[in-house]
Structure formats: C-alpha cells, structure tokens
C-alpha cells in the first residue's frame, strides 16, 4: 500500500506517524513540506478529503497565525498564506487510500491505516 505524508522531520508527532505508516508496511511518499510546499489546490483538497476546514489545519504554535488574524479569517485567506508561508501548516498530513487526516492527536491515523 502507498501513504503520502507532508513532513517536518524535527517534529516528533510526524516522525511518530511515519515510523507508524512504515511499521503498518506502506511505501512512504515523504514530502518535506517547509522544503517542497504542497500547491494552495492540494491543501484545499486535502483539508477538503480530510473533512475539515484550512482553519482547523492551521499551525497556530510557534507561528505569527494569531498576529495575522488567521485564526478567525476565511478559507481563501487561511489557504492563500499557507501557500506562501508552508511554516502555517499543522502536520503531519498523511493520505493514504482510505482517505486522509491531520494526524493530530497521533490516533487519527488509526483511521486510515
């Protein structure tokens, strides 16, 4: 089986999550995000497929999110400055054939593992 994941490989829930999609034995597309930023159309498909809002996918710790008035702003908005600053994207995101989620907590990736 294959998974995508858009990683931070500083961040310790994302390599939880990759060591866990590995160990479920699926070849793993790891995409370093901060490095290779997915296109505003992916995130909007992914935050779509996962069934939830750019807002909910919005990386508010250890970013100027707050200061932008993100938290509180529309998808276009939340979308546009992530595609500009990839820094905004909580992650990990993961897709694999059943679907995809913002592995936050880490259990979400149960659900499509």
Request: glycine share 8%; with cysteine; aromatic share 4%.
């Amino acid at each position: 089986m294959k998974a995508t994941i858009w990683h931070n490989p500083r961040c310790s829930k994302s390599r939880a999550a990759l060591g866990r999609l590995h160990a479920a034995g699926y070849a793993v597309d790891v995409v370093e995000y901060l490095k290779d930023p997915p296109a505003r159309a992916t995130l909007a498909r992914l935050y779509r497929q996962a069934g939830i809002t750019p807002a909910q996918g919005l990386r508010l710790t250890g970013t100027d999110a707050a200061g932008r008035g993100l938290p509180g702003a529309g998808d276009d908005a939340v979308l546009d400055a992530m595609a500009a600053d990839p820094a905004l994207i909580e992650r990990p995101l993961v897709e694999t054939p059943r679907g995809v989620r913002l592995c936050r907590p880490a259990e979400r990736l149960d659900e499509i593992i």
